[in-house]
């Protein structure tokens, strides 16, 4: 189970921390993404870290500003979302799997996803 957490409301140019806190003892064997959603718009790929943390991905709209990282000691992925802009308005999502892709449907394992909103 993934509990997905750290939504809010934050201006434009702000940050934000999202966390998933995972449960289950085989968190540090899965790969971890997270992906968003805005309204009326498909699913996209945010970022991914591999099972060690060794291995990452970013999206390219948030490439340099966005940085996943994971403790597996406390079976926890995050997300640094800075220079937040109008466009990151979303709802997150985490998710587990077993391959380290960009693509929803290699993650079998979803949070229920917490909401970011973005003002200008």
């Known amino acids: 189970q993934l509990q997905a957490s750290g939504g809010g409301l934050v201006q434009a140019g702000g940050s934000l921390r999202l966390s998933c806190a995972a449960s289950g003892r085989s968190f540090g064997s899965y790969d971890m993404g997270w992906f968003r959603q805005a309204p009326g718009k498909e699913r996209d790929f945010v970022a991914t870290?591999?099972?060690?943390?060794?291995?990452?991905l970013y999206a390219d709209s948030v490439k340099g500003r966005f940085t996943i990282s994971r403790d597996n000691a406390k079976n926890t992925v995050y997300l640094q979302m800075n220079s937040l802009k109008p466009e990151d308005t979303a709802v997150y999502y985490c998710?587990?799997?077993?391959?380290?892709?960009?693509?929803?449907?290699?993650?079998?394992?979803w949070g229920q996803g917490t909401l970011v909103t973005v003002s200008s």
């Open positions: 998710a587990a799997g077993r391959v380290l892709g960009t693509s929803p449907m290699s993650y079998s394992y």
């Open positions: 870290i591999n099972w060690s943390g060794g291995s990452t």
